[in-house]
């Protein structure tokens, strides 16, 4: 999605919308700063994915969060 395509229903009407704070502050207490949730939205489906995008938030998930092993 995050290359403009919807996965499902093929369209490129994909928009983007940063999260609410509300929404964001599910970080804010575990890693210490807010991580802006970026969702992916189609406008013909109504299909939508959320990203962060941002390299310093993902650099302290990975440093604080717990990794999760594949099986």
């Known amino acids: 999605m995050a290359n403009g395509e919807c996965p499902k229903c093929k369209s490129v009407s994909v928009y983007a919308i940063e999260s609410l704070f509300q929404q ?10 807010p991580a802006i ?5 189609c406008t013909k489906c109504g299909y939508f ?4 995008f941002d390299k310093k938030s993902l650099a302290e998930i990975e440093h604080k969060g717990m990794y999760v092993k594949p099986i």
């Open 24 to 33: 964001r502050s599910l970080f804010f207490g575990l890693f210490g700063s």
């Open 37 to 41: 949730i970026t969702y992916l939205v």
């Open 49 to 52: 994915e959320s990203y962060i």
